[in-house]
């Protein structure tokens, strides 16, 4: 098991290049599989084990994708079978946005049904009720979701009960190629969804209203293969501003798009961070010493949850009590206890978590609970005293690249290391199959 270990007390200077959004590619290579003609070139797309757990997902289907330099080439002409095992979907959840799709293009779709996770249970309900509106059978059981319709989707008038960002996506798809007219009302208004919107109009979809509450679709026969180049990763992008902040630095970060991050932008503010838009990108100043602050997890355009980890480790650092809630996902406190072990002075009420600051943050052993609790670690060891050492990688290799190197580049004192006990015991393993092997 991968470690990263990072000795805190550097000013991080410099640039850092956002790369494109694990959320934005993953459903447009979703949507891609709608193409019954032409490939799909998709450009910036992120080296994360998420995009390559989506692009195992519909090579499994019989999908062709090439990977190179950052370009996936998608062609999905032939014949597709329809299913998503578990081994996928229980390593990557946006596995369930190739259901739209299939059931759209075939009539057909079987899933492993996603269980809960360390944030939340996460529910999928207001996709299938979508699906359902729209016509389709909806049967779920042995682990799985299968859903049919005989002949196409039909158009229809569909409230989310949510905004979920993966239902607006999924019945989004769904609909493009569905008879009739779509609304979608309640809709996520995420940029990622706006990309999708965009993504399956280049295809010849007729999809008007992404971005606003209510998504208007026209369905079309059929969509061919086209080229898109994959919107920068806000999240991203506000965990470098987080970072920049938090050692009070001065980092330049190219590809953040200040429209995206409005609300992340804000609250920065509010703590004494100064921010500059340039002309690619965003200058994070870091203050002397932050103020405290109270943020609210919404859906967007309010602050984003996949940055609530992040802002609470600025909060430990800030003069005063910060309240942060989180409204999104019930269950999205894990790396509070991770924080106490490195001198973190946070209690949760409810759904808020009250945190003290500032505090003298104490490098220890921790453990890395979701993706943005990994990064949000990562940054708190940055200005702790001593190593902090960060376990379970496997969340932050689904969504950041190479986060080590951007924040070495920008002088953290990081590294990521193999953990020694464990090679000892792969080597253990090896020379015994060896011993093994020779006394045959
Ligand atoms: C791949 C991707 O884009 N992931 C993002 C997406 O996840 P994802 O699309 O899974 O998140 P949703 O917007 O669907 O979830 C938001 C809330 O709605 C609830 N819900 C959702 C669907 C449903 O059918 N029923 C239901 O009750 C969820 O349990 C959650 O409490 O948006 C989240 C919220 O911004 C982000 O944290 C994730 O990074
Ligand atoms: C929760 C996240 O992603 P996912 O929906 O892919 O689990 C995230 O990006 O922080």
């Known amino acids: ?58 090579r499994n289907m019989n999908v062709n ?55 939340g249970s996460r529910p999928i309900d207001q996709h299938l009720k979508g699906f359902e509106a729209m016509g389709a059978k909806v049967h779920v059981g042995n682990g799985f979701v299968e859903a049919y319709t005989d002949g196409r989707l039909k158009g229809a008038k569909i409230y989310l009960d949510v905004p979920s960002v993966g239902a607006t996506e999924n019945v989004m ?47 079309v026969d059929s969509l061919k293969g086209t080229e898109h180049t994959t919107i920068p990763d806000r ?12 050692t009070r630095g001065n980092v330049y970060i190219k590809g953040a798009v200040a429209d995206h991050l409005t609300s992340t932008i804000s609250k920065l503010e509010e703590m ?38 992040q802002i609470m480790t600025l909060a430990m650092k800030a003069e005063g009590t910060s309240v942060i809630s989180e409204t999104v996902f019930e269950n999205r406190f894990m790396h509070v206890e991770e924080f106490g072990r490195i001198n973190g002075n946070i209690r949760i009420e409810g759904r808020s978590a009250i945190v003290e600051g500032p505090v003298d943050l104490q490098g220890a052993e921790v453990t890395a609970t979701d993706l943005r609790a990994a990064a949000a670690l990562i940054i708190a060891g940055l200005v702790a005293d001593g190593y902090t050492r960060v376990t379970e990688l496997k969340h932050l290799d689904r969504g950041y690249v190479n986060i080590v190197g951007k924040l070495k580049q920008l002088g953290a004192d990081i590294i990521r290391v193999r953990d020694a006990s464990e090679e000892q015991e792969e080597e253990e393993v090896m020379t015994e199959a060896d011993d093994q092997i020779s006394s045959l």
Do not use: W
């Open 173 to 219: 798809m769904a609909a493009a190629l569905a008879e009739g007219k779509t609304i979608l009302e309640n809709c996520a208004r995420e940029p990622e969804i706006v990309d999708l919107a965009n993504f399956l109009n280049k295809m010849g979809a007729k999809v008007i209203g992404a971005g606003t509450e209510t998504i208007k679709i026209e369905g």
């Open 235 to 246: 999240i991203e992008a506000g965990t470098f501003m987080a970072a920049a902040a938090i």
């Open 1 to 58: 098991m991968d470690k990263i270990i990072v000795s805190g007390g550097r000013q991080l200077k410099g640039t850092v290049k956002v790369s494109g959004a694990k959320n934005a590619v993953l459903p447009v290579i979703a949507a891609s599989i709608m193409a019954s003609e032409g490939k799909s070139v998709i450009h910036e797309v992120p080296a994360l084990a998420d995009v390559e757990t989506m692009s195992e997902v519909i």
């Open 272 to 309: 004494g961070v100064i921010i500059e838009e340039e002309e690619e990108g965003l200058r994070v100043i870091g203050p002397e010493e932050l103020k405290s602050v109270n943020v609210k997890t919404l859906p967007y355009p309010g602050f984003p949850t996949d940055m609530q980890p």
């Open 65 to 119: 994708v090439l990977s190179h330099d950052h370009t996936l080439v998608i062609d999905s002409a032939r014949p597709l079978t329809t299913e998503a095992p578990l081994e996928y979907v229980r390593k990557m959840r946006a596995s369930v946005l190739v259901l739209g799709p299939l059931l759209a293009r075939y009539g057909h779709a079987k899933v492993a049904m996603p269980g809960g996770c360390a944030i």
